[in-house]
T-cell receptor, first 116, second 118 residues
Framework: GNSVTQMEGPVTLSEEAFLTINCTYTATGYPSLFWYVQYPGEGLQLLLK?????DKGSNKGFEATYRKETTSFHLEKGSVQVSDSAVYFC???????????????FGTGTQLKVEL | GAVVSQHPSRVICKSGTSVKIECRSLDFQATTMFWYRQFPKQSLMLMATSNEGSKATYEQGVEKDKFLINHASLTLSTLTVTSAHPEDSSFYIC??????????????FGQGTRLTVV
């Protein structure tokens, strides 16, 4: 079956530091890959996505590249801010249409804490 | 983006009682809604998928008689935890798929409901 593995947290960084959160996946076929962010007390929000190999998703200074050869989708940001403190989830979606929707398989989430 | 509203955000109930959680799509029609459960420091686990007007499809190991899902309209799905026990205490999150976005789509998530059974 499908699975997503991401680095354990919490990750604590100083403001303006470089961020990498690793994510690797196991899937059959050609999944779509996502990063979701969950701010304290809120639901998950889509941060970025990529639908095929070598695609780069980007948003709000974050980016991730779909690497099929290494089955990875690492999240990066060049300079983090305190407001980026949240839990980040890597996820994949089976491309097959099943009963009207695609299931998302999530990683365990990585908590990021950014300090001044 | 589209908004999914989940209510209540927190609920405490006594063991043996039932609790209903609502998930509403506010500005789009959601033919499909997903219900997840999140344990502390763990990932979201899909419990069931519901399509408007039909029975929900439950994931393996999820008791359909305990977690009743109703998706009676294109904007509302409910999850009822029946005869709740302390082990049902968890964070429940719904998500909804936009009707008009094709084979694969962004899923919009509710804020989640923290259920505590005492």
């Amino acid at each position: 079956g499908n699975s997503v593995t991401q680095m354990e947290g919490p990750v604590t960084l100083s403001e303006e530091a470089f961020l990498t959160i690793n994510c690797t996946y196991t899937a059959t076929g050609y999944p779509s890959l996502f990063w979701y962010v969950q701010y304290p007390g809120e639901g998950l929000q889509l941060l970025l996505k990529a639908t095929k190999a070598d695609d780069k998703g980007s948003n709000k200074g974050f980016e991730a590249t779909y690497r099929k050869e290494t089955t990875s989708f690492h999240l990066e940001k060049g300079s983090v801010q305190v407001s980026d403190s949240a839990v980040y989830f890597c996820a994949l979606s089976d491309q097959r249409l099943t009963g009207g929707g695609n299931k998302l398989t999530f990683g365990t989430g990585t908590q990021l804490k950014v300090e001044l | 983006g589209a908004v999914v509203s989940q209510h209540p955000s927190r609920v405490i109930c006594k063991s043996g009682t039932s609790v209903k959680i609502e998930c509403r799509s506010l500005d789009f029609q959601a033919t499909t809604m997903f219900w997840y459960r999140q344990f502390p420091k763990q990932s979201l686990m899909l419990m069931a998928t519901s399509n408007e007007g039909s029975k929900a499809t439950y994931e393996q190991g999820v008791e359909k008689d305990k977690f009743l899902i109703n998706h009676a309209s294109l904007t509302l799905s409910t999850l009822t935890v029946t005869s709740a026990h302390p082990e049902d205490s968890s964070f429940y999150i719904c998500s909804a798929r936009d009707l008009g976005t094709g084979v694969w789509t962004e899923a919009f998530f509710g804020q989640g409901t923290r259920l505590t059974v005492v």
